[in-house]
């Protein structure tokens, strides 16, 4: 049983455009939500997290949308690097724990 | 380097054998988790501990693997009679909570790759 899902395993956006990456969970208990970074050989890197309290929150290039109504949250990139070029995940927090998603393999191109 | 460590890096062994990995999480975090990740999918939960204490084990974690958090700093995790299906990427977690309900990020090493033949 999958509770979070990411449904596009790939995306490729071209350098300087907005990149979207999305996640849909099942669970309405979840209250934190985060997305890393993954690139080959290396563990996930921690990029923006958001409460369920909010439905934004902006870092840099980096913003977390978060509809709760939906359970759906995405990840714009604006704009896109080609050093952005890597595996995203998204993840949810019951209590602490971390649920992640199957991940969406994103790719700039120059 | 104040980040998690994990090791080894590596470890191929046979179908059979035990094996044993380390994690030493960030230094003032309570908290540590052990997931593992096989390709094309994300870390599953294997299992997390607050201080020495583990909270919680995930259904994945058959009783071949036991993990162990002695004195709240790092932590082994042991996988006994390894079987081809436990050739994963297992990686190590930690943050900082002041309570066991409360969210925050974690951040992973490097993980162990674990190829069993």
């Known amino acids: 049983d999958q509770q979070v899902k990411q449904n596009s395993p790939s995306l490729s956006v071209q350098e300087g455009r907005i990149s979207i990456l999305n996640c849909d969970y099942t669970?309405?208990?979840?209250?934190?939500f985060l997305w890393y970074k993954k690139y080959p050989a290396e563990g996930p890197t921690f990029l923006i997290s958001?409460?369920?309290?909010?439905d934004k929150n902006e870092d840099g290039r980096f913003t977390v949308f978060l509809n709760k109504s939906a359970k759906h949250l995405s990840l714009h990139i604006v704009p896109s690097q080609p050093g952005d070029s890597a595996v995203y995940f998204c993840?949810?927090?019951?209590?602490?724990?971390?649920?992640f998603g199957q991940g969406t393999e994103l790719s700039v191109k120059p | 380097d104040t980040g998690v460590s994990q090791n080894p890096r590596h470890k191929i062994t046979k179908r059979g054998q035990n094996v044993t990995f380390r994690c030493d999480p960030i230094?003032?975090?309570?908290?540590l988790y052990w997931y593992r990740q096989t390709l094309g999918q994300g870390p599953e939960f294997l299992t997390y501990?607050?201080?020495?204490?583990?909270?919680?084990k995930s259904r994945l974690l058959s009783d071949r693997f036991s993990a162990e958090r002695p004195k709240g700093s790092f932590s082994t995790l042991e996988i006994q009679r390894t079987e081809q299906g436990d050739s994963a990427m297992y990686l190590c977690?930690?943050?900082?909570?002041?309570?066991?309900?409360?969210?925050?990020?974690?951040?992973f090493g490097q993980g162990t790759r674990l190829t069993v033949v």
């Open positions: 993840a949810a927090s019951p209590r602490g724990k971390l649920i």
């Open positions: 230094s003032e975090h309570n908290r």
């Open positions: 977690a930690s943050s900082s909570s002041t309570g066991w309900t409360q969210n925050t990020e974690a951040f």
């Open positions: 501990f607050q201080n020495e204490a583990q909270l919680e």
């Open positions: 669970n309405s208990m979840f209250d934190y």
């Open positions: 958001i409460s369920s309290i909010k």
